[in-house]
T-cell receptor, first 113, second 116 residues
Framework: KQEVTQIPAALSVPEGENLVLNCSFT??????LQWFRQDPGKGLTSLLL?????REQTSGRLNASLDKSSGRSTLYIAASQPGDSATYLC????????????FGKGTTLSVSS | DTEVTQTPKHLVMGMTNKKSLKCEQH?????MYWYKQKAKKPPELMFV???????INESVPSRFSPECPNSSLLNLHLHALQPEDSALYLC???????????????FGAGTRLSVL
């Protein structure tokens, strides 16, 4: 059974720092991996999607990498800002027809000004 | 337009009430999902509809009844809920298929449900 783990569970950094969030998954048989952002009490906003054949994706200050063989992904946030404070969720889509996303428990990020 | 709209945003109901949650998208997606999220927990899949047919039911109690009347609309009918069913209910949609850039799940803002 696929399991997704995110480390650390919580992270506090001062504004301007570069930071890395980690995601690991137990079964490398995935179609893709998606990073989401969730603000308190709100829905999920998709940040980046990496297909199983890709190594990384970039959007603005965000860069996500994928090493499928080792079951790892990282989300790199450059020059963090207080507005980046949120919970970041990693989710994998197993490569079985009809299956949906399996989520990690998330990393709650707090960026202080 | 990459929007999934959920109504209502908040719902308070008693254990004997019947209510419905609604989800709508106009992106042409043919897969729609219901997730349940408890506080400080990740979303958990409840149901998946593909081409208006129920394809996944994650052993959800029958007091939750999903319905997909057409390709743009997804409902979740609630009846005789328990206080432990209080949670954020999230709807998502995606272009069905096994891979490709269109295979992104877009989430709505959720319905915050409180069962008294």
């Amino acid at each position: 059974k696929q399991e997704v783990t995110q480390i650390p569970a919580a992270l506090s950094v001062p504004e301007g720092e570069n930071l890395v969030l980690n995601c690991s998954f137990t079964d490398s048989a995935i179609y893709n991996l998606q990073w989401f952002r969730q603000d308190p009490g709100k829905g999920l906003t998709s940040l980046l999607l990496i297909q199983s054949s890709q190594r990384e994706q970039t959007s603005g200050r965000l860069n996500a990498s994928l090493d499928k063989s080792s079951g790892r992904s990282t989300l790199y946030i450059a020059a963090s800002q207080p507005g980046d404070s949120a919970t970041y969720l990693c989710a994998v889509r197993p490569n079985q027809a009809g299956t949906a996303l399996i989520f990690g428990k998330g990393t709650t990020l707090s960026v202080s000004s | 337009d990459t929007e999934v709209t959920q109504t209502p945003k908040h719902l308070v109901m008693g254990m004997t009430n019947k209510k419905s949650l609604k989800c709508e998208q106009h992106m042409g997606h043919r897969a729609m999902y219901w997730y349940k999220q408890k506080a400080k927990k990740p979303p958990e899949l409840m149901f998946v509809y593909s081409y208006e047919k129920l394809s996944i039911n994650e052993s959800v109690p029958s007091r939750f009844s999903p319905e997909c009347p057409n390709s743009s609309l997804l409902n979740l009918h609630l009846h005789a809920l328990q206080p432990e069913d209080s949670a954020l209910y999230l709807c998502a949609s995606s272009y069905p298929g096994l891979a490709g850039p269109k295979n992104i799940q877009y989430f709505g803002a959720g319905t915050r449900l409180s069962v008294l």
